[in-house]
T-cell receptor
Framework: GQQLNQSPQSMFIQEGEDVSMNCTSS?????WLWYKQDPGEGPVLLIA?????ELTSNGRLTAQFGITRKDSFLNISASIPSDVGIYFC???????????FGKGTHLIIQP | KAGVTQTPRYLIKTRGQQVTLSCSPI?????VSWYQQTPGQGLQFLFE???????NKGNFPGRFSGRQFSNSRSEMNVSTLELGDSALYLC?????????????FGPGTRLLVL
């Protein structure tokens, strides 16, 4: 099936650094979502974007819905240890359509 | 409100057997979607149910099936299990499965096929 190109695959950063990851697609989506998954758990929604060009923040997290509707990025500012985990982007065309996921970005924070 | 619950959390089966997994959506949510997560393929959409009807289906063989009950609880079934079916199976629910609704995921059922 179709998948999104998510990069980077992994990031090794120091606590306090800013983080940036992005997703691109060959086809358009009407919704872009960012999830975080901790070991042994299901994905938890971080930010939902519903409009091309939209920039949305949730605390230290900021995400944007690309103007072409084929890409999105997620920024995390001033990383803390609990930010460790796998971050997934997901695109959705319509409400009943399944989510198309990226392969994930594994964030590791070095003390 | 209680979140999405899935049972069982862990399951071990052998090749050729069949398995049934259960999902209870968030109270009031009527749309239930199923996903398979593997290290190689990542998260992939299986199917979506609303009002006991399958509205959408991903690219999986017919061995994968599901159903939804009148109380919105859903089950998925995998027949004639193969080693490659070992995966984390995730269920997600949303109110109506319409645009601009968030899908909330359960913790998943981890299936190991030996």
């Amino acid at each position: 099936g179709q998948q999104l190109n998510q990069s980077p695959q992994s990031m090794f950063i120091q606590e306090g650094e800013d983080v940036s990851m992005n997703c691109t697609s060959s086809s358009i989506f009407n919704t872009w979502l960012w999830y975080k998954q901790d070991p042994g758990e299901g994905p938890v929604l971080l930010i939902a974007l519903y409009k091309a060009g939209e920039l949305t923040s949730n605390g230290r997290l900021t995400a944007q819905f690309g103007i072409t509707r084929k890409d999105s990025f997620l920024n995390i500012s001033a990383s803390i240890p609990s930010d460790v985990g796998i971050y997934f982007c997901a695109g959705q065309l319509g409400g009943a359509d399944g989510l198309t996921f990226g392969k994930g970005t594994h964030l590791i924070i070095q003390p | 409100k209680a979140g999405v619950t899935q049972t069982p959390r862990y399951l071990i089966k052998t090749r050729g057997q069949q398995v049934t997994l259960s999902c209870s959506p968030i109270s009031g949510h009527r749309s239930v979607s199923w996903y398979q997560q593997t290290p190689g393929q990542g998260l992939q959409f299986l199917f979506e149910y609303f009002s006991e009807t399958q509205r959408n289906k991903g690219n999986f063989p017919g061995r994968f099936s599901g159903r939804q009950f009148s109380n919105s609880r859903s089950e998925m079934n995998v027949s004639t299990l193969e080693l490659g079916d070992s995966a984390l199976y995730l269920c997600a629910s949303s109110p109506q499965g319409q645009g601009q609704e968030t899908q909330y995921f359960g913790p998943g059922t981890r299936l190991l096929v030996l």
